[in-house]
């Protein structure tokens, strides 16, 4: 089927990679541009690092869609000639004891019925085995040995190199500027330099610019900046930010936002950012940075519940950019009244993870196949009733 389809995607972070290698392996040409550098220094998956979850509180359709890619992790460090997902487990702890519907308490009895040897973690025991955190600071949480955090813009590098060498046809320095319209179709994009690129398919994978592309998406994603920060322990205190010692972490992540990874085993830094509400922007907006506001408040977290790093360097900061649906799950559908084109975005802050299997979710939806996870990805009609993604602190805006 399809050998002779002919595939455009527009945008080469990890969701327009994954899907042009995904179609490139049913048969299509495939034709990948992006207006590049790729890693593009202002796209979302040109990162030191992202967090490898399984744990997504009463959600059993991402938890067990995580089970089938972290196993694909671990087999692309082998196939990919590099060890770019690190599995140093994840730590959820909680500043009071769990409760039931607590998200830290939704993950632990769900990894506990997935035979998941997690280990729950009082005050002592977190002080214990995670010295880096103040004692007392968290009365209670977990340790789940599965998991931890991918480098992400060496994956893009690794994925660009792959779909080159698998004869995708690759243009950077390229900006999408709008569609070619035929009968009623799509029928591929034209570029700011006014060529062209035909194709039966095109697949709309650039991100937090989406909405910008194509105005009608406005309704259904929009770009919200997030703090991350890359802070330098002094030297006689790296070893307690060390993987085995300092796992991915959430700190009450549902009711703070502030997430966290191990020292980083090149860069030698340890990054803490915030998943909550974001602000509003567009991507190459001249405000795109850190507020004053916003490192007060990492360093009063810090202060509060890692000293060590209390008066620890910010080596660099960056605010990010989600491509933001309204409840939380990304948008892989095909654009309605718009025959061949797919959208391939809305990651909400949290779809890299599941790049092993995103590539198939747009080839499956390219092809006409299922919808991935009950339909969740669907383009909404409708406003949200219930956000998704029960780890983000939704109700701050960072
Ligand atoms: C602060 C932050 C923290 C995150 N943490 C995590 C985490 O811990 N775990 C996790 O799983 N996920 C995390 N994510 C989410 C993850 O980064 C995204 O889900 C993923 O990177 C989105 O990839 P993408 O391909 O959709 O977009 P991008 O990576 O942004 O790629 C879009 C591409 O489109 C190109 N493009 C845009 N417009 C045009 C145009 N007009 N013409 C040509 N090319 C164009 C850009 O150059 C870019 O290369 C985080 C995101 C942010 C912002």
Redesign the pocket.
């Known amino acids: 089927m399809s050998a002779d389809r002919t595939a455009l995607v527009?945008?080469?972070?990890?969701?327009?990679?994954?899907a042009s290698l995904a179609l490139a392996a049913r048969g299509f040409a495939v034709t990948l541009?992006?207006?590049?550098p790729?890693?593009?220094p202002?796209?979302?998956?040109?990162?030191v690092?992202?967090?490898?979850?399984m744990d997504y509180g009463d959600d059993d359709a991402y938890a067990d869609a995580m089970l089938v890619c972290l196993e694909r992790w671990r087999e692309r460090n082998a196939s990919l000639g590099e060890k770019l997902f690190h599995e140093t487990g994840v730590t959820y702890l909680s500043r009071d004891a769990m409760t039931e519907e607590s998200f830290e308490h939704q993950c632990y009895t769900r990894l506990r019925a997935r035979n998941i040897p997690v280990e729950r973690l009082d005050s002592a025991a977190i002080h214990q085995r995670f010295p880096a955190w103040r004692e007392g600071f968290h009365r209670d949480g977990y340790f789940n040995p599965v998991g931890g955090?991918?480098e992400?813009g060496r994956l893009?590098e690794a994925l660009v190199a792959k779909a080159v060498s698998t004869r995708i046809q690759v243009t950077l320095g390229?900006?999408?500027?709008g569609f070619i319209e035929r009968g009623g179709a799509v029928r591929g994009a034209t570029?700011?330099d006014g060529s062209t690129r035909e194709a039966d398919i095109t697949v709309l994978?650039?991100?937090?610019?989406?909405s910008?592309?194509l105005p009608e998406l406005a309704t259904q994603v929009r770009p919200t900046?997030?703090?991350?920060f890359l802070l330098r322990p002094r030297a006689e205190d790296a070893h307690v930010f060390e993987g085995a010692r300092f796992a991915?972490f959430g700190s009450d992540i549902a009711r703070t936002g502030w997430?966290g990874?191990p020292l980083h085993p090149r860069e030698g830094l340890v990054k803490i950012?915030?998943?909550g509400g974001g602000r509003e922007l567009h991507?190459e907006a001249i405000d795109r940075v850190v507020t004053d506001g916003q490192i007060t408040a990492l360093r009063a977290f810090v202060r509060d519940a890692l000293p060590a790093l209390a008066d620890a360097p910010i080596e660099r900061t960056?605010?990010?950019?989600?491509?933001d649906t309204e409840d939380g799950h990304?948008l892989i559908d095909n654009a309605p009244s718009r025959e061949g084109l797919v959208v391939?975005?809305?990651?909400?802050?949290?779809?890299?993870?599941?790049?092993p299997l995103i590539g198939e979710w747009i080839a499956d939806v390219c092809e006409r196949r299922a919808h991935a996870l009950d339909g969740r990805f669907r383009w909404r009609h409708t406003r949200a009733t219930r956000r998704g993604e029960a780890a983000r602190h939704w109700g701050e805006h960072g």
Do not use: I
């Not at 202002?42 to 990162?47: C, E, K, N």
């Not at 994978?205 to 989406?210: I, L, M, P, R, V």
């Not at 900046?225 to 991350?228: K, R």
């Open positions: 527009l945008g080469a972070g990890v969701f327009g990679l994954e541009v992006d207006e590049g790729v890693p593009h202002l796209a979302a998956s040109t990162d690092s992202k967090a490898v979850r955090f991918v992400s893009v390229a900006r999408v500027a570029l700011a994978a650039t991100g937090a610019w989406s910008f592309v900046g997030h703090p991350v991915t997430y990874f950012a915030h998943h991507p960056r605010l990010c950019l989600y491509a990304f391939a975005t809305g990651d909400s802050g949290h779809a890299l993870k599941f790049a």
